[in-house]
């Protein structure tokens, strides 16, 4: 059982470097979720989405853009990255007939930006 | 929009002792609550979850959540812990209802649990 898969789980950029970080998961779950981790800050809640094809701001969008072309996958983009998105980053879903379901997250991608 | 307080950044409990992770919230309407773990190199795992009903939830292995309206917690809690229960905790509360639907959770900034022999 995969669950939610991230690649990669390691990156080091330069500064205005661009990169994409992808989210696969195979429970057929409609709502996928990009979230930072920082210390002391918690999860912050980046993009959003519903479904295939649509995508939303979450509280911290600035810098970071998305896409769901498939519903299985969900990509996180940095298109000029900055020293102050080096961070843990983790994709969750889950089903979209659940209110209260719980999140499935992945293990998560380091990125560093020098 | 709603919110969760952890207070302690560390909690350190020997083996075999009971363990609370403490957690405050503060809501507009009814509460939904949610305890998630994380170990180290790992992604948030699901423990339990409070909706309604019993105020005392039970999740996975051994833990435990007491709700308290009149206080407004949602404690973690386990009778006897285990070294292997070290890692970080994390409450929630479902927040807003999110454009197109689903609903947004916010984090607590998590405790750290280290449980010694």
């Known amino acids: 059982n995969a669950g939610v898969t991230q690649t990669p789980k390691f990156r080091v950029l330069k500064t205005g470097q661009s990169m994409t970080l992808l989210c696969a998961q195979d429970?057929?779950?409609?709502?996928m979720y990009w979230y930072r981790q920082d210390p002391g800050m918690g999860l912050r809640l980046i993009h959003y989405?519903?479904?295939?094809?649509?995508?939303a701001k979450g509280e911290v969008p600035d810098g970071y853009n998305v896409s769901r072309l498939k519903k299985q996958n969900f990509l996180l983009g940095l298109e000029s990255a900055a020293p102050s998105q080096t961070s843990v980053y983790f994709c969750?879903?889950?089903?979209?007939?659940?209110?209260?379901?719980?999140?499935?997250f992945g293990e998560g991608s380091r990125l560093t930006v020098l | 929009a709603q919110s969760v307080a952890q207070p302690e950044d560390q909690v350190n409990v020997a083996e075999g002792n009971p363990l609370t992770v403490k957690c405050t919230y503060s809501?507009?309407?009814?509460?939904?609550l949610f305890w998630y773990v994380q170990y180290p190199n790992r992604g948030l795992q699901f423990l339990l979850k409070?909706?309604?009903?019993?105020?005392l939830v039970k999740g996975s292995y051994g833990f435990e959540a007491e709700f308290n309206k009149s206080q407004t917690s949602f404690h973690l809690k386990k009778p006897s812990a285990l070294v292997s229960d070290s890692a970080l905790y994390f409450c929630?509360?479902?927040?807003?209802?999110?454009?197109?639907?689903?609903?947004?959770?916010?984090f607590g900034t998590g405790t750290q649990l280290k449980v010694e022999l």
């Open positions: 409070y909706i309604t009903g019993d105020n």
């Open positions: 429970m057929n779950h409609e709502y």
């Open positions: 929630a509360v479902r927040d807003q209802i999110l454009t197109g639907g689903g609903n947004k959770l916010t």
């Open positions: 969750a879903s889950r089903e979209r007939d659940r209110v209260t379901g719980e999140l499935f």
């Open positions: 989405s519903v479904g295939e094809g649509t995508t």
């Open positions: 809501v507009s309407g009814n509460p939904y």
